[in-house]
């Protein structure tokens, strides 16, 4: 950083800033937020071993509000502190602050030479919790969303919610160095998400959505729900939960800072599932070779890297649309997708040309998009890793280590029992426990789908799952819709897998 050597009277001292005689910069400053109180963290410089010495004398911590301070009587002083590092690796508190205002923080530092040095500033970031209220009703336009906290004054649909969740979409290699693996990125921006921007969707890494971490609460009175995400950490030791996020088990979580959510429906490339565009999705596997040939891409043993899509990132994507539409119609609300009467799965690429990040239409014969996914709901069920009934209809799931077959020992872990089945089965109400979360768990007899939540959901026993819907599943396709249904052998045409990054 190029600094002008200027002069400052001080408290009846003169001083210069910058120049001979000044100590190295301050470095590391950091700045957390949470509620109205932002935390400061820096370092501070060494002494210099010049005659005479160059020896620290304290430091200033100076806050503005809208730009940088320029020096340290450029607006507040927040704290004097003459002990070297003092803040290192205890934070100050700085209280009492307005929410949502750009605060700017700078360190200078004052040598026995009077002379003074700075280093780079640090802006608030604030935490945002958005809340949504609906009531579960027989008609979905009755859901009537009411939203909260820092989503007050919002409207369903608008792209603030899309601006919240951060998401962007990159190429992800198989490289072995985590560092290494994101070689392009292309940020969300105005309510678009040009995925063309990202060269050659052939062939190559394969093409993904990264969605940074947000935690997430349900809770549910009566037929009332209300659901909040969170980018604040702190709000974990509230009930929120981040397994979409977490790998390991649910008693250790290890929890990344994103997950990585592939846009096009799987392919087989040489029996390893890649995320392209262009390509016809492939069926007729099973569940073990699903995830054998996700595994492939980096060879992981179900701990960490590539794996096929979990009950909780597709749980989380769901919440996401839920708090930005506040209606569990998608079909109305996004796009009806590739679902009437359609012979054969269809290639993937129809949404690149559509620059909106969620795109849709109406007539049943072309894809879809959400938050930059294709085919979210529709072309061919995707199965749903980590996720199992046993004989009596109890939910198992798990973080890591998803099988191929019905189980129900460590890791998975029982989440509750959920049995709903009608001869058509529109789901009525959902599970909002941690565990199971928009898991169906009542149905009621509707050929139509438009009641409720307007999806199907069925639940069987012994049973694999798969979510989205498929080419001819009509009004029965969309976010919500979940079928425990498959067996371990089961290789239908009409059922492929979603690959992820975790």
């Not at 930005?324 to 054969?344: C, I």
């Not at 599943?473 to 819709?481: C, P, Q, T």
């Given at each position: 950083m190029t600094k002008t050597i200027t002069k400052l009277h001080f408290n009846g001292v003169d001083y210069?800033?910058?120049?001979?005689?000044?100590?190295?910069?301050p470095t590391n400053i950091a700045v957390t937020t949470s509620g109205t109180t932002a935390t400061i963290t820096w370092t501070d410089p060494d002494d210099l071993r010049t005659i005479p010495p160059t020896s620290f004398s304290k430091s200033v911590l100076v806050r503005k509000v809208g730009s940088e301070p320029t020096s340290p009587t450029d607006w507040t002083v927040v704290v004097e502190e003459p002990v070297r590092d003092t803040y290192k690796t205890t934070w100050y508190a700085d209280t009492a602050l307005t929410k949502g205002t750009d605060y700017y923080y700078r360190v200078f530092t004052y040598a026995t030479t009077w002379v003074i040095s700075y280093g780079d500033s640090a802006k608030t970031v604030w935490s945002r919790t958005f809340t949504v209220t609906f009531?579960?009703?027989s008609s979905p336009s009755w859901f009537s969303p009411v939203y909260s906290d820092d989503a007050t004054g919002l409207t369903a649909g608008s792209t603030d919610f899309d601006e919240f969740f951060n998401y962007s979409?990159?190429?992800?290699s198989t490289a072995w160095v985590e560092t290494a693996r994101i070689t392009q990125t292309q940020s969300w921006w105005n309510g678009q998400l040009d995925i063309t921007q990202l060269w050659d969707l052939t062939t190559g890494d394969n093409v993904m959505i990264k969605f940074p971490i947000h935690w997430i609460?349900?809770?549910?009175?009566g037929s009332t729900v209300t659901l909040s995400i969170t980018d604040d950490p702190d709000k974990a030791s509230d009930g929120y939960q981040y397994y979409a996020h977490s790998r390991w088990t649910f008693s250790s979580p290890v929890i990344k800072d994103a997950f990585y959510m592939w846009v096009y429906e799987w392919f087989n490339s040489g029996n390893v599932l890649k995320s392209r565009s262009g390509q016809t999705p492939t069926g007729n596997q099973t569940q073990a070779t699903f995830i054998s040939y996700a595994r492939a891409n980096d060879g992981n043993s179900g701990d960490t890297g590539y794996e096929i899509c979990g009950r909780y990132q597709r749980q989380y994507i769901n919440a996401l649309y839920m708090m930005k539409y506040g209606n569990p119609d998608s079909q109305t609300e996004v796009g009806r997708g590739f679902v009437d009467w359609n012979s054969a799965a269809t290639t993937t690429w129809w949404t690149n040309s559509q620059l909106n990040a969620t795109y849709g239409e109406s007539t049943g014969k072309y894809s879809m998009k959400l938050f930059g996914i294709e085919d979210w709901w529709w072309n061919v069920n995707d199965r749903v890793g980590g996720t199992c009934t046993d004989w009596n209809k109890n939910l198992y799931t798990t973080l890591s280590g998803f099988t191929w077959d019905?189980?129900?020992s460590s890791p998975?872990?029982?989440?509750?029992?959920?049995?709903?089945?009608?001869?058509?089965?529109?789901?009525?109400?959902?599970?909002?426990?941690?565990?199971?979360m928009f898991y169906p768990s009542a149905?009621?007899?509707?050929s139509s789908y438009n009641t409720y939540w307007c999806d199907g959901g069925y639940v069987g026993a012994s049973r694999l799952a798969y979510a989205g819907g498929y080419r001819n599943d009509g009004a029965i396709a969309g976010a919500f819709h979940l079928d425990v249904y498959l067996s371990a052998s089961n290789a239908s045409a009409i059922s492929g897998a979603r690959l992820m990054f975790l």
């Amino acid at each position: 950083m190029t600094k002008t050597i200027t002069k400052l009277h001080f408290n009846g001292v003169d001083y210069n800033i910058g120049g001979a005689g000044a100590l190295a910069e301050p470095t590391n400053i950091a700045v957390t937020t949470s509620g109205t109180t932002a935390t400061i963290t820096w370092t501070d410089p060494d002494d210099l071993r010049t005659i005479p010495p160059t020896s620290f004398s304290k430091s200033v911590l100076v806050r503005k509000v809208g730009s940088e301070p320029t020096s340290p009587t450029d607006w507040t002083v927040v704290v004097e502190e003459p002990v070297r590092d003092t803040y290192k690796t205890t934070w100050y508190a700085d209280t009492a602050l307005t929410k949502g205002t750009d605060y700017y923080y700078r360190v200078f530092t004052y040598a026995t030479t009077w002379v003074i040095s700075y280093g780079d500033s640090a802006k608030t970031v604030w935490s945002r919790t958005f809340t949504v209220t609906f009531t579960e009703t027989s008609s979905p336009s009755w859901f009537s969303p009411v939203y909260s906290d820092d989503a007050t004054g919002l409207t369903a649909g608008s792209t603030d919610f899309d601006e919240f969740f951060n998401y962007s979409a990159v190429r992800l290699s198989t490289a072995w160095v985590e560092t290494a693996r994101i070689t392009q990125t292309q940020s969300w921006w105005n309510g678009q998400l040009d995925i063309t921007q990202l060269w050659d969707l052939t062939t190559g890494d394969n093409v993904m959505i990264k969605f940074p971490i947000h935690w997430i609460k349900m809770t549910k009175s009566g037929s009332t729900v209300t659901l909040s995400i969170t980018d604040d950490p702190d709000k974990a030791s509230d009930g929120y939960q981040y397994y979409a996020h977490s790998r390991w088990t649910f008693s250790s979580p290890v929890i990344k800072d994103a997950f990585y959510m592939w846009v096009y429906e799987w392919f087989n490339s040489g029996n390893v599932l890649k995320s392209r565009s262009g390509q016809t999705p492939t069926g007729n596997q099973t569940q073990a070779t699903f995830i054998s040939y996700a595994r492939a891409n980096d060879g992981n043993s179900g701990d960490t890297g590539y794996e096929i899509c979990g009950r909780y990132q597709r749980q989380y994507i769901n919440a996401l649309y839920m708090m930005k539409y506040g209606n569990p119609d998608s079909q109305t609300e996004v796009g009806r997708g590739f679902v009437d009467w359609n012979s054969a799965a269809t290639t993937t690429w129809w949404t690149n040309s559509q620059l909106n990040a969620t795109y849709g239409e109406s007539t049943g014969k072309y894809s879809m998009k959400l938050f930059g996914i294709e085919d979210w709901w529709w072309n061919v069920n995707d199965r749903v890793g980590g996720t199992c009934t046993d004989w009596n209809k109890n939910l198992y799931t798990t973080l890591s280590g998803f099988t191929w077959d019905i189980t129900t020992s460590s890791p998975y872990v029982s989440q509750g029992t959920y049995a709903p089945w009608t001869t058509s089965p529109c789901i009525s109400a959902i599970a909002w426990t941690n565990g199971a979360m928009f898991y169906p768990s009542a149905t009621v007899n509707n050929s139509s789908y438009n009641t409720y939540w307007c999806d199907g959901g069925y639940v069987g026993a012994s049973r694999l799952a798969y979510a989205g819907g498929y080419r001819n599943d009509g009004a029965i396709a969309g976010a919500f819709h979940l079928d425990v249904y498959l067996s371990a052998s089961n290789a239908s045409a009409i059922s492929g897998a979603r690959l992820m990054f975790l």
